[in-house]
């Protein structure tokens, strides 16, 4: 089974998708950190990105949070990705 990647995506489809990246410090005590790029984000093994899931969808209301595989296409359009 490949990589995942844990996205944020904002219910308004129009918006910018966010990335986990990881934490500061603590997970319990520092916010979590976040990437625009894909591919920049950490990549977990599925077991891991459902525990993660779980964890980062109680901090983060204005957002779903899903587990993508690595490989899978972008949702964002190419105007918005970042480099181009």
């Not at 490949?2 to 410090?25: C, Q, T």
């Not at 077991?47 to 899931?53: G, I, M, N, Q, S």
């Amino acid at each position: 089974m490949g990589k995942r990647v844990i996205a944020a995506r904002h219910p308004d489809a129009r918006r910018e998708s966010f990335f986990f990246l990881g934490y500061r410090n603590d997970p319990l005590r520092s916010p979590p950190r976040w990437t625009r790029d894909r591919y920049r984000a950490r990549w977990l093994d599925p077991d891991e990105a459902e525990v993660e899931v779980a964890l980062l969808a109680l901090q983060c209301f204005s957002h779903r949070i899903i587990s993508e595989p690595l490989d899978a296409a972008p949702a964002d359009p190419p105007q918005r990705r970042p480099g181009r």
